[in-house]
C-alpha cells in the first residue's frame, strides 16, 4: 500500500465504518433480492427489508457515533449520502421490482422514486450549511428523510404476502396501485414546503 492508501485510510473516522456497513447492508439486499428472483423462495424478500432495518440501526448510529466522538466531517456527510441512497433508494426499489413491480409505469414511479432521494440527499448536502443557520447542527430536514422509504417498502411486503399488489390498468397500462407508495414516498422527500425537525 501506497503513503497515499495509507493518509486515506487515516482519514476515517470510527463513525465512517457504521456508515460503509450501512452501504454494505443496502447491497446485500439488493443481492437477496436478485436471488429471489432466481429461485422465488419469499423469504429472501423478507431477509432484503430485513438488511434495510440493519442499515437503518448503522445510519442511526453513524450519527450519534459522530457527534458523541465530535468527529463530523464534510467526508462523513457525503459518505452517508452515498450509503444512504443505496440503502434507502436503490435497495427498496431493487426489491420492489423483484416483488412484481414491474411494469413499465411502475418502473418509472421506482425511478422517479430513487431520483427523488437522489435530489434530497444533494439539497440537503449542499443546503446544510444554511439550515444549521450559524449553529453547529441541522434544526430541521426540508422534505421527509430518505430512510422513511421503510414504511413503503414494509407495506410492500405486507401486500406481497397476502399475494396481491393491486393490479389496475390506466389508458391500457398496467399499474400496481403499490407502487403510488413509492410515489407518495419520493414526492415527499422533495417537498420544500415539509419541514421535519432532525432528531
Not at 431477509?47 to 467526508?75: K, N, Q, Y
Request: proline share 4%; aromatic share 10%; net charge positive.
Amino acid at each position: 500500500m501506497t503513503g497515499k492508501h495509507f493518509s486515506m485510510i487515516r482519514s476515517f473516522h470510527l463513525a465512517d465504518f457504521f456508515t460503509i456497513a450501512n452501504g454494505f447492508c443496502g447491497v446485500a439486499a439488493l443481492f437477496q433480492a436478485m436471488i429471489f428472483l432466481a429461485g422465488r423462495e419469499a423469504w429472501r424478500l423478507d431477509a432484503a427489508a430485513a438488511l434495510v432495518l440493519v442499515a437503518l440501526c448503522f445510519d442511526v448510529l453513524d450519527g450519534r457515533i459522530a457527534r458523541w466522538r465530535h468527529r463530523a466531517s464534510a467526508l462523513g456527510r457525503e459518505l452517508d449520502s452515498l450509503a444512504d441512497v443505496i440503502s434507502f433508494g436503490v435497495a427498496p426499489a431493487g426489491i420492489a421490482f423483484a416483488a412484481g413491480l414491474q411494469s413499465a409505469l411502475d418502473q418509472l414511479i421506482l425511478m422517479y422514486f430513487v431520483g427523488c432521494g437522489l435530489s434530497r440527499l444533494a439539497r440537503y448536502n449542499v443546503t446544510a450549511e444554511t439550515l444549521a443557520a450559524g449553529g453547529d447542527t441541522v434544526r430541521y430536514f426540508e422534505g421527509t428523510p430518505i430512510p422513511t422509504s421503510i414504511v413503503p417498502l414494509g407495506l410492500l411486503l405486507v401486500a406481497f404476502h397476502r399475494q396481491t399488489l393491486y393490479p389496475v390498468r390506466v389508458a391500457g397500462l398496467e399499474l400496481h396501485l403499490v407502487s403510488l407508495l413509492f410515489l407518495l414516498s419520493g414526492s415527499l422527500m422533495i417537498s420544500k414546503t415539509l419541514k421535519v425537525p432532525k432528531p
